[in-house]
């Protein structure tokens, strides 16, 4: 008889300079249960150095609780908008180098993936991922802010790509 896998923790971070949305998810086996999640609020009209301190200081809280397994973080890409680009970027830098600190693995997912992950078609609204998210998790309600159900939809990702023993499925 095998044994079963042990349980994975993932922390999954939807990046943004205003507001980044996290959620937390554990994998036992082939089920996935959501801890928490949330967003950290940075204070509007305040120095970005000041905004990045309070995610870094809000990430590094989240990993010291939770001591998570891996992080998934989208992967940035660089469409019309790079000035919002750059800005997430930065949001993504202080995700990395709060998980790197701990040793903990990070991974990116692409949104295609994502959404291909968790409703099963790679050009799915937000309102389906959404919908999936709450059936997946077994929650009451369909998580919000729309960045906590983004975070979320990362962790469902990761657990479902992820094989027993492994911490990533692919970078």
Request: hydrophobic share 40%; net charge positive; glycine share 10%.
């Amino acid at each position: 008889m095998t044994a079963a896998p042990p349980p994975i923790t993932i922390l999954g971070i939807d990046p943004g300079t205003a507001t980044t949305g996290y959620g937390v998810v554990c994998k036992r086996g082939s089920q996935a249960s959501c801890l928490t999640y949330g967003v950290i609020k940075t204070p509007a009209g305040k120095p970005i150095g000041l905004r990045l301190q309070t995610i870094y200081d809000g990430l590094c809280a989240l990993l010291d609780r939770y001591t998570p397994e891996v992080m998934v973080v989208e992967h940035l890409f660089f469409g019309k908008n790079t000035t919002n680009a750059l800005s997430v970027g930065r949001t993504v830098g202080i995700a990395m180098l709060a998980a790197s600190q701990r040793n903990i693995p990070i991974v990116e997912y692409k949104p295609m993936e994502v959404k291909l992950s968790v409703v099963g078609y790679g050009h799915a609204d937000k309102e389906q991922v959404q919908f999936m998210i709450r059936q997946i998790l077994g929650l009451s309600e369909i998580p919000k802010p729309d960045d906590a159900a983004d975070a979320l939809a990362l962790c469902i990702t990761h657990a479902h790509a992820s094989r027993p023993g492994s911490v990533t499925a692919y970078h």
